[in-house]
């Protein structure tokens, strides 16, 4: 589903991905684990498209994409939830996930209906509401939102459009365990023709819905492999559970 | 987010219905005064689309006005069109010039978009100065207007006429609130408001700003019509950026991002430039005072404050009553 | 049209190019280190030629009136910094266009106020008078001490920016104000020491163009348009983008007027236009 061949990405002589590759099926979940530092929001930012690469190959089923800018890859089915959260501030909820929904029904450019009133964008807003808890919360402005509310809006906003490929930037990053439950749920009720790609610091949400893990360490891939393997593998344990900083 | 709110509906149709008594009651010298009032408002609008919603705001709007008002002018009195044809390409032509300067400005922002504008106006207001065909400085007459005596309109009437621009005013206003309410004025906002998040959406937000400021043309374009057939005389003056200045006062003197606020905006500012004219002729000072003052009070404008209040007790109320609306929001001041 | 013809232009450019350079550098500076675009700039140039229309009246001399106006024209500025500049700081671009449109209204009535509605002269000092023999043509004096006058204040820029103490501490903030503040800089009284003294360049464009343009209630704005377009073609901040964005678009009018007369008058205008698509942030930017 979707192909990487060796990518890399360099800033100004600091190489911060290095001859990338991954594979990852259709419907497959895909957890990118390693250190600060290692290039996982810099391979998120290559996939997306917000920065370029500087050598290598990306395919999304098949079609190369590399030359895409982040509007085509995002109306290709790429979604993508942020670390920090990248929302529209100033309005509420729901028009947070109206506009999302309102741009993946092909309705931004709509001019005559009241879209805020339009039923398949009404029933969008719902249903994502639904999914990432945010149901009661639909008025609240995001400014003053909690930060727990932000964090589910955020990915509330990626799965709004229904892509194909969802990316997921530590999307449990600073929220306590019972989000992180309810997150662990929501993956695992996610439909499998979403192929998942998440950046997760929590060891046990990662080996809890991982079907792969890839581990990266100074932009280069050090391991690939189930979550037992990852669990057993010595390199892994050294560069990464071994500095001990984290859940695990 | 724009929402057609109650209040707003009632304010716009007592604003409509008091420019209708002031016009119908009151002299000539009135209903010149109330024409004056609606160019200015349906400018106003046009430019709160583009700075209100869309976050551009704009120092050309006054001469994409003076592109309709030129144009219509060139085909009617110059190439001896029909008035009505000669209208649709005036409109054309500020909708071409708007959609480009949107296009070419769409990477722009801030104060690059507004300088960037003002520049372009003024180049448009330049070439309509030095064009000796089309009279340069002195402006062209020679204008002549719509013969609606088919439907029984006698245009020739200033009473006439002037409910005619009402009408033209609400049309303007109509058709602005149903694009704003739509997906596309929807999207504008959050272009508005966040601009990464909107590509990563994948909406084209360079496409759609150019094309928001090809609509917010059409509607400038309705002011220039009614400019050009109010007077039968057009001159470089319309284009002046300080002409898309004024048009930037009353929306922030009216209220930013409301639509209704810049009607009132326009209402009060032409109200007092003639009564303070009868007083001083330092009416410039006062306008800058006024402006200044609107701004260090918060920006919101006479409308929008009226609102903001109107909304903070009605939620105060809410959490008295802890009586949580599941229907639409209220508010419109955010964006 | 003979090589003595070209001279004469290229002096009128270099004239008019240093008149823009020393209001577009004020401009260029503040908002590199204030973030804030004062459009009244170009009225505090007005000020600068009215006050010193008075002051000259009152003493006799030009001189006198060369260094006091814009020594009023920075008291006048240190006064709007307290009470709008300051506190418009973090207001966005529309508050602070709005507020100073808002600035030129008020300077415009003022000046209608204090000196009426008539265009008034101001007579250049004696010792300029008359025409000088420069590069094989005649050419005024007084024209001729303009340009000094913009080369001196340039060389001077650059000598203060790129030697001196207080150069490193406004380059340093142009790059990054909350570094330039860690780094132990009082940042606040940089910023109202160069907005003073962009006010007191702009009161010395002001009198020093007063003797050939004469004052008008319309100099501001009329000069305000180029003024912003060097600003954005050179890139906002930048020292040498202001003097290359002088130069072009002074030499572009005067020898556009001359060359291609019907043309000329969009000519800045398209060149603005083809910067923004090809280069938004400036043919020079400055960092940060």
Redesign the interface.
Known sequence: MLEVKGLSKDFGGLHVIRDLSLSVTAGERRVILGPNGAGKTTLFHLLAGTLKPSKGEIFLDGQPIKAFDAVKRARLGIARSYQKNNLFETLTIRENLMLAAAAALGKSTHMVKDSSRHPDIRQRIDEIAEQVSLADQLDQTVGTASYGNRRQLEVGLALATRPKLLLMDEPTSGVGPTMIDRFHRLLEQLPRDITVLIIEHDMDLAFGVADRITVLNFGEKVFEGTPEDTRGNATVRDIYLGTGGYHA | MFYQTKFRSITLIAALIFLASYASFGSYFAREIVVEIIILAILAISLDLCAGFGGMVSLCHGAIMGVAAYAFAIMSAKLGWPLFPSALIGLLAAVVVSGLVGWVTARTNGIFFIMATLAFGQMAYTFFFKSRWLGGDDGMGGISRFDLSAIGLEMNNSLTFTYLGLGVLLLAYGLTAMVMRSGFGRTLSGIHVNEDRMKALGVNTAAHRAKAMAFSGFIAGLAGLIAAQHTLYISPELLIWTTSGEALIVVILGGLGTLVGPVIGAILLILMKHEISDYTDYWHAFIGLVLIFTVLAGGRGVFGQIEYWLNSLRSRHHDTDNHQTAGKPQGGDHA | MDLSFWILQFLNAMQYSMLLFLLSIGLTVI?GLLHF?NLAHASLYMMGAYIGISVAALTGSFWAAFFLAPVIVTLIGAMLYFT?ID??RT?????????T??????F???V??GWGDIALGLDGPQSLSGTTRFLGVDYPAYRLFIIALGLGVMTTMWFILSRTQIGVMIRASVENTNMAAAMGINVSTLFFLVFCFGCALAGLAGVAAAPILSATTTMG?TIL?PT??V??IGG?GSLEGAIAGSIIIGFMETFGAVMIP?FS??LT??L??VV??WR?QGLIPARG
């Open positions: 908002f675009v709008l506190r418009m207001a966005g671009p529309m508050n602070q266009v709005l507020v449109f808002g600035l030129i209204f008020i415009l009535d003022l209608r106020m704005i348009i912003l377009i600003v954005v906002l019907s008058a969009v205008y398209v603005l236009a923004l698509i938004p």
